[in-house]
C-alpha cells in the first residue's frame, strides 16, 4: 500500500514539473496554474527544511 502512495506522490511531482516546463514555453491556462501551485509548494518545502536546518559555528567567537 505505501508503494502505491509513493507513486501517486512520484506521479504528481512529476506531472507537476511538467507543467512548469510547459507553462515557460506559454501552455494553457490551466497548465499555468498548476505550475504555480508547483512552484509555490516547492518554495513552502524548502524554507520548512531550511527552518529544520541548525547551524554551529565551529569557530571562536572573540
Do not use: F, I, N
Not at 507543467?19 to 524548502?46: D, I, K
Request: proline share 2%; glycine share 14%; aromatic share 4%.
Amino acid at each position: 500500500m505505501a508503494v502505491v502512495v509513493l507513486l501517486g506522490v512520484l506521479a504528481l511531482a512529476v506531472g507537476g514539473c511538467v507543467c512548469v516546463v510547459w507553462a515557460a514555453r506559454g501552455g494553457p491556462r490551466w497548465v499555468r496554474v498548476v505550475a504555480a501551485v508547483t512552484r509555490t509548494a516547492g518554495e513552502l518545502l524548502s524554507s520548512a527544511s531550511g527552518k529544520k536546518r541548525t547551524t554551529t559555528s565551529g569557530g571562536d567567537d572573540d
